[in-house]
C-alpha cells in the first residue's frame, strides 16, 4: 500500500499574504501563515494556536494575495513538505514542516474596504447610469442536413452488424 500525504486544515490569516516571484519561469509564489486552534479534551478551556506556514503557487497564490487578508478564515487542502535551512542563530541546519497548498477554500466574505479601520465609507451615492444594451447580432439560418452516418468499424473491419446490412 503506498502511503498518503494529503493534509485538509482551517483556519484565520495570522498576517498579510506575501507575494513573490520565482527568477527562472516568473511563477507566482504566496506564503500566508494560518493560525488553527488546538483544543484539548483533558483539561476545562485548553486551547492553543498553532501557526502552520502554506505555500501557494501559481493562481492560487495570486488569487489568495488579491483577495485574502489578515483574519479571514480559509480552509486548505495540499501536502505536508518540509524545508531545509541554515539557522541565523549558530548557522545550524533547520527543518520546518510546512504546507504546499493546491486549494483555497475562502470560508467568510471579504469586509468591506474602509471599513476595517472604523472609517464607513458607504455614503450613499448615485450610480451612473448603465450603458444602453448592443443589439444582438442578427443570425442568418441555413438549412441544417443530418449528418451522414458512417459504417462502424473495428480496427479498420466492419463489424457482423454492418456486414449484415
Not at 498579510?16 to 488553527?36: W, Y
Not at 501557494?56 to 531545509?84: P, Q, T, Y
Request: net charge positive.
Amino acid at each position: 500500500m503506498s502511503d498518503l500525504n494529503h493534509v485538509t486544515i482551517s483556519g484565520r490569516l495570522g498576517q498579510d499574504p506575501e507575494l513573490k516571484f520565482t527568477t527562472v519561469g516568473n511563477l507566482p509564489v504566496c506564503h500566508i501563515s494560518l493560525a488553527v486552534e488546538s483544543y484539548s479534551k483533558t483539561a476545562e478551556n485548553n486551547k492553543k494556536v498553532i501557526f502552520v506556514d502554506v505555500t501557494l503557487w501559481g493562481n492560487a497564490g495570486l488569487n489568495a494575495f488579491k483577495f485574502l487578508k489578515k483574519g479571514r478564515k480559509v480552509a486548505i487542502e495540499g501536502r505536508l513538505d518540509i524545508s531545509e535551512f541554515l539557522s541565523k542563530v549558530d548557522n545550524s541546519k533547520q527543518k520546518r514542516l510546512k504546507v504546499i497548498g493546491e486549494r483555497v477554500c475562502y470560508m467568510d466574505s471579504a469586509p468591506k474596504t474602509g471599513t476595517e479601520e472604523g472609517v464607513d465609507d458607504t455614503t450613499e451615492t448615485e450610480a451612473p447610469p448603465a450603458p444602453a444594451p448592443a443589439p444582438a447580432p442578427e443570425i442568418a439560418s441555413a438549412p441544417v442536413t443530418p449528418p451522414v452516418k458512417k459504417p462502424r468499424t473495428y480496427l479498420g473491419k466492419k463489424t457482423k452488424e454492418d456486414a449484415a446490412k
